[in-house]
């Protein structure tokens, strides 16, 4: 099957969508905590987390298209120029149905968090939420963002301030057991699936 540019933009919006969400391949699913000047705790789930870099600890996550009118503008990107702080929460199999359904779009002043039956857990110092379900977790703060004119989106980029990681998660060489840990991975818009260690290989050299 070939899949031209015309063939693909003659594609019906939703299978476009989750056809051109799911050909890069598996990626990690992170349910997104902050809070807004309201106080009210949010979460919202993201399949867009990236690694920037290791030193200082840089992650950096892409919110839907922004638009000018604040009662249309995405509350996760509100909540982080508001606090200046996020957490990244990974979505392990247990937690699955209720990660999914925090992508609908619920009215200003609806905490996700209590809509979807997760809780929010607080540490000192990360003025965002975590997810206490989640075994694997972030807390981060803003660092800068980058608006992506081609479609309008934003990387926002945060610094690592606190991992919080089960006792036998990580190894002496940094190595984390995610299967272990029950994090899933995403595909599209809608698909989860387990993941599972194949092969760990040595550092490759010339």
Not at 76 to 83: P, R, V, W
Not at 88 to 108: F, M, R, W
């Amino acid at each position: 099957m070939i899949l031209s540019l015309p063939d693909i933009e003659k594609l019906p919006r939703i299978p476009r969508l989750t056809l051109i969400n799911a050909i890069t391949g598996f990626k990690s699913g992170n349910l997104v905590g902050s809070v807004g000047a309201d106080g009210v705790p949010n979460l919202a789930i993201f399949s867009s987390a990236v690694h920037i870099g290791s030193a200082p600890p840089l992650i950096g996550i892409v919110t839907r298209p922004v638009d000018g009118d604040l009662k249309t503008t995405r509350h996760t990107y509100q909540n982080i120029q508001h606090s200046r702080f996020f957490t990244l929460n990974h979505v392990q199999e247990n937690i699955v149905q209720a990660a999914h359904q925090t992508s609908a779009s619920y009215p200003d002043g609806v905490s996700e968090f209590a809509a979807v039956g997760l809780t929010p857990e607080w540490h000192e110092g990360i003025p965002a939420p975590y997810v206490a379900e989640s075994s694997i977790k972030m807390g981060l703060e803003y660092v800068e963002e980058y608006h992506i004119k081609a479609n309008n989106t934003i990387l926002i980029i945060g610094k690592v301030l606190e991992l919080i990681l089960p006792d036998n998660c990580l190894d002496e060489k940094g190595n984390l057991d995610l299967h272990g840990a029950g994090t899933v991975a995403v595909s599209g818009l809608d698909s989860y699936h387990r993941a599972e260690l194949i092969e760990r290989l040595p550092y490759a050299r010339v």
